[in-house]
Nanobody, 123 residues
Framework: QVQLVESGGGLVQVGGSLKVSCVVS????????MGWFRQAPGKEREFVAT????????SYADSVKGRFAISRDNAKNTAYLQMNSLKPEDTAVYYC????????????????WGQGTQVTVSS
């Protein structure tokens, strides 16, 4: 079993930055790709970014490309999402996920999910 716990969410002003983290515990010996998704009130969960096990490959949603950066530190079993130039439309609960499929934007490809962390961008 694999557990994921996000942290680092909060309230930030438009144009500001925030870095959220995701610690993976449990059966961490697997080679998992990591993904970040988000869900705003009244909307479906959407893909944000994903990173391969090695960290050498990444993929982003068009809406965050150039503003967000996904990274990971396998020695710490932690994945990160650095968010810059935040906009009100970035307000959502951010979820990290782990799965065996590499660089997939599809939520169903990820077997393990965290509980989410709220990010609110105020204008």
């Amino acid at each position: 079993q694999v557990q994921l716990v996000e942290s680092g969410g909060g309230l930030v002003q438009v144009g500001g930055s925030l870095k959220v983290s995701c610690v993976v515990s449990g059966r961490t010996s697997g080679s998992y790709a990591m993904g970040w998704f988000r869900q705003a009130p009244g909307k479906e969960r959407e893909f944000v970014a994903t990173i391969s096990w090695s960290g050498t490959s990444t993929s982003y949603a068009d809406s965050v490309k150039g503003r967000f950066a996904i990274s990971r530190d396998n020695a710490k079993n932690t994945a990160y999402l650095q968010m810059n130039s935040l906009k009100p439309e970035d307000t959502a609960v951010y979820y990290c996920a782990a799965g065996v499929a590499t660089l997939s934007p599809r939520a169903r490809e990820y077997a393990y999910w965290g509980q989410g962390t709220q990010v609110t961008v105020s204008s």
